[in-house]
T-cell receptor, first 113, second 112 residues
């Protein structure tokens, strides 16, 4: 069964450092999402891609976060500089199209010290 | 805008007992509704989804949910809880044009 891949699974960094997360969606899925999940809460959308284009980044803190999906396949989410409040689970999901079911990867647990 | 409310952040049941996790949605248009399960330090796994084909939706691991438009509810049930059901459960909803919105989650504990 096809799955969404994410790496790394865990990342510990110090504040002010740069971090990057990688996501490889299910093959053929044109829509890719990055979510942030703070402990004890539901995921919140950070950015949504349709192929290589950003269609929603309204909740992305653009002063420190950036996301790209250059060839419309895999994607990278970057934080620079990391802050203590960025400690969370970062989840990637993909779907065939925006109206279709989203399938999630295992996530990256970020701890900022 | 779509919103989803899960009633009860923690639910505790005995093994073999009925599981009932509550979810209410608000929307002026027919929604797509989902239940996901999350085990510690893992991603979300789809349990089931409602897309207007049938009001009673059966999912994996013996779970099912019933869409009730009159009550704007989409509660998740399982007749007999198993120890392996202990996890956090998220209800989520969206319309055709809006993003997927999650509830705050319900942590299910199953006691032996």
């Amino acid at each position: 069964e096809a799955e969404v891949a994410q790496s790394p699974r865990y990342k510990i960094t110090e504040k002010s450092q740069a971090v990057a997360f990688w996501c490889d969606p299910i093959s053929g899925h044109a829509t890719l999402y990055w979510y942030r999940q703070i402990l004890g809460q539901g995921p919140e959308l950070l950015v949504q891609f349709q192929d290589e284009s950003v269609v929603d980044d309204s909740q992305l803190p653009k002063d420190r976060f950036s996301a790209e999906r250059l060839k419309g396949v895999d994607s990278t989410l970057k934080i620079q500089p990391a802050e203590l409040g960025d400690s969370a689970m970062y989840l990637c999901a993909s779907s065939l199209a925006p109206v279709d079911t989203q399938y999630f990867g295992p996530g990256t647990r970020l701890t900022v010290l | 805008a779509q919103s989803v409310t899960q009633l009860g952040s923690h639910v505790s049941v005995s093994e073999g007992a009925l599981v009932l996790l509550r979810c209410n949605y608000s929307s002026s248009v027919p929604p797509y509704l989902f239940w996901y399960v999350q085990y510690p330090n893992q991603g979300l796994q789809l349990l089931l989804k409602y897309t207007s084909a049938a009001t009673l939706v059966k999912g994996i691991n013996g779970f099912e949910a019933e869409f009730k438009k009159s009550e704007t509810s989409f509660h998740l049930t399982k007749p007999s809880a198993h120890m392996s059901d202990a996890a956090e459960y998220f209800c989520a909803g969206k319309s055709v044009t809006e993003k997927l919105v999650f509830g705050k989650g319900t942590k299910l504990t199953v006691n032996p």
